[in-house]
């Protein structure tokens, strides 16, 4: 519909972006994310289970097979980046000063990237017997 009863601009119907200036991109993406999660979410707990009532070493052992720390750092990286998208667009759509807007989203990256970070550093020093 973009006849004379949209209110969508002529640019706007030529490059078909939103207000946001992305598109439909992270819509797809925080899809593709939650889809990996909905995915990873058994062997995740899964693994949670197996974990419970271990001391360290015996959670290195679990954590120590490749397929494990695979899967765990696979869920890691799908749901901190799932959670960057979703506060961005929070952020976008009800934060209207553009300077909180900017430092708000910049400190959303930070926070997302230090928990993935951290959380798979975790991983990597557990499961290699450290």
């Known amino acids: 519909m973009s006849g004379p009863s949209s209110m969508r601009t002529p640019l706007g119907r030529v490059r078909n972006l939103g207000s946001s200036h992305s598109g439909t991109t992270d819509f797809w993406r925080q899809r593709l994310t939650a889809v990996a999660m909905a995915l990873l979410i058994v062997p995740v707990i899964a693994i949670i289970l197996m974990l419970i009532g271990r001391n360290q070493a015996g959670a290195a052992q679990i954590l120590g097979s490749l397929p494990i720390a695979i ?3 696979l869920f890691i990286i799908a749901s ?3 959670m960057r998208i979703g506060m961005q ?3 976008e759509d ?3 000063n553009e300077k909180l807007k900017l430092a708000g989203v910049m400190a959303n990256n930070f926070f997302c990237i230090a928990v ?3 959380s798979i ?3 990597l020093k557990l499961s290699s017997g450290v």
């Open 94 to 96: 009800y934060v209207h």
């Open 71 to 73: 899967i765990l750092v």
């Open 116 to 118: 993935a970070l951290a």
């Open 80 to 82: 901190t980046w799932h």
């Open 121 to 123: 550093y975790a991983i």
């Open 89 to 91: 667009i929070v952020i």
